[in-house]
């Protein structure tokens, strides 16, 4: 029996005697999918929905063999329950990997804000919901709960840029010395990140992964099966150094004090000094950027998913002015100017 074949007879079991229309709502990154289910009478010319009954459903397909779907679930759990809006379970099979869940929608965040009349007004306040809605997620930390983010997973993410960035996409053999000079800033990264106070990670909390809800609560938010007990800033950094839009640097700068001010009355464990909580929130960003770099050329050259490439640059463009602006940072920008053939130009701030 085919996957399609068992979902479609857990579905009969889970909504019987109920006709319905199913049909490819997304898929990630990772082998999960998504399908949308539509009732008749649900359509664009309904009045309402039958029987009180939502207008559509979303069901997660993850393949025991390829995915575990508890995570999800726990993760779900634990986010609703600090408040936030994520999807409501309706029904679960984790044997099967199967889920049937509330509909969030097709309208992303990054959908929304790249409208031509979505103004810098409208998406401020667009941000202010997820400054929100995170703040929420971290005031219900406690350790114990989710996997830690530790040096190891750290380090694993950084190791995805020499393997894949540097030697499948560039297809640059770096020498000893070069090699070396990657290590270090890896290690100065990390204990900068592991310095950090931690809170509740998403680990993916950008523009794909937040829902704009038109007639409901912004943002919901998906994709967290992935997170992790760790660094502070590091939800802050996916959420202003975005590798899927750019902002101009004063309007994520104030975004992001006005989250430390918050943060602070909440009794967050944010640095006292603001400068100091920017510095980590810089370096936070430059340890995403690598691995993002090295997971968006995986993607690419491994899982034949080349939508990722044309992202790639802005996120180089975003490590790049990180190094730019910390003298430890220094020898990292070299070696990015011999991948990328720039000419050097330096400007350290500290």
Known sequence: MSRLDQLRQWLEQTLPDTGYTLAPASADASFRRYFRITFPGSGADASSPPDNRPASLIVMDAPPDREDCRPWLTVARLFRGAGVHVPEILAENP???FLLLSDL???TYL?????????????AHLYADAIGALLAIQT????????????????RELMLFPEWYIARH???????????????????????????????????????????????????????????????TYDLASLFKDAYIEWEEDFTLDLLARYWEMARKLGLPVRPDFADFHRDYEWMGAQRHIKVLGIFARLHHRDGKD???ADMPRVMRRLRKVCERYRALGPLLKLLDRLEAVSPAYGYTF
């Open 307 to 309: 939508g990722y490439l």
């Open 140 to 155: 219900a930390s406690r350790p114990g709960v989710l996997p830690e983010y530790s040096a190891e997973l750290l380090r």
């Open 170 to 232: 560039k297809n640059i053999a770096l020498t000893a010395a070069e090699q070396n000079t990657l290590a270090d800033a890896f290690a100065q990264i990390i204990a900068a990140n592991l310095a950090e106070p931690r809170v509740f990670v998403h680990r993916d909390y950008h523009s794909r992964n937040l829902m704009h809800i038109a007639d409901g609560i912004n943002p919901g938010i998906i994709d967290f099966q992935d997170a992790v007990y760790g660094p502070l």
């Open 111 to 123: 959908a929304k804000l790249r409208t031509p009349d979505c103004t810098p007004f409208e998406a």
């Open 95 to 97: 044997a099967q990997g």
């Open 105 to 107: 929608g097709d309208a």
